[in-house]
């Protein structure tokens, strides 16, 4: 038998099979409020996930990071490289947006990543690094970065919105002032 696919080598034509394969169907998986205080919906599955086993794939629009970089909400990047990021934002019904990540700023005891980032054939998927229950919420690590950056990001909108409420109230005094002569 065959099993070769046109275009591919072996290890290639082995790697998208196991996709074929391992890979979750969508209606298996559901989008709920999350576990993580603070962190909105998550990603659960219905079924029993093998440890090893791609969960989904993570999609989304494939631009450069010059292109969302200053938008203000980002929050569903992947750095495909060091030009190239996947967008999941503008598609809200890519599921795998919805796996958070258990280490991120508000943890919960007990909560741990059971997932990880897995890049193959040029996409990007979410793999099970253990056996998943059914029911369960499917974590997966963002990395370092991303937690530093969200750090960093939320101490400049804390010192802009401080900034905005003395300058609001440097205005009212001096409308105070003008009002007494």
Known sequence: MNWLIDGMDRHQSLSFLHLLIMTIKPQYLEIKTSQLPGAGLGLFTRVFIPSGSLVIEYKGVVTTWEAVRDQI????????????VIDAGPTPKALARYAN?????????????????????????????VDILPGSELFVSY???????ARNNAEIEKRRKEEEVREAARRQDEEEEKDKH
């Open 143 to 149: 990395g370092k970065q991303y937690w530093d950056t």
């Open 73 to 84: 909400h980002n929050d569903y990047i992947y750095y495909l490289s060091s030009r190239h």
């Open 101 to 129: 990540d258990a280490k991120g700023i508000k943890q919960v005891p007990g909560i741990n990543n059971n997932c990880i980032f897995k890049k193959l054939n040029g996409r990007i998927y979410i793999k099970a690094r």
